[in-house]
């Protein structure tokens, strides 16, 4: 029975350090295992992260060339009420200091042509 009790001792001496191998081996993997599923989550979180950067800078270049236009189109209209503003100021100095105006002075020669035109037709009549 010594024998047989050796044997049993001898294989389960064996089998503590074969158990201890294959659970260190078995950890070893597992531990491999996290490793890819962290690599994997990671990966999936930059790409996402990606889109999101993406999708922001396109709302954000859209808001800014909206905010640009909207103030290009204000600035126009402020340049049309001021160039309308000038002119009027200038007209009223015009009038003021006694000098005609450029619509003025052409009213006043489409007048003048017509005018003329009556008294040549006039001249042809009488003579």
Do not use: C, Y
Not at 84 to 112: G, V, Y
């Amino acid at each position: 029975m010594t024998k047989v009790t050796n044997l049993e001792e001898m294989e389960q001496e064996n089998s503590i350090p074969q158990m201890l191998i294959n659970n260190a081996h078995k950890l070893f993997q597992a531990g491999l295992g996290a490793v890819m599923m962290v690599q994997d989550e990671v990966v999936n979180l930059a790409d996402k992260l990606v889109e999101q950067g993406e999708a922001t800078e396109t709302k954000s270049r859209k808001r800014v060339d909206e905010f640009v236009d909207g103030r290009k189109k204000e600035t126009k209209d402020l340049t049309k009420r001021l160039e309308k503003n000038w002119d009027k100021q200038m007209e009223n100095l015009l009038h003021r200091m006694n000098i005609p105006t450029r619509a003025e002075i052409n009213s006043l020669n489409n007048k003048i042509t017509r005018l003329t035109k009556k008294v040549d037709e006039l001249k042809k009549e009488t003579a």
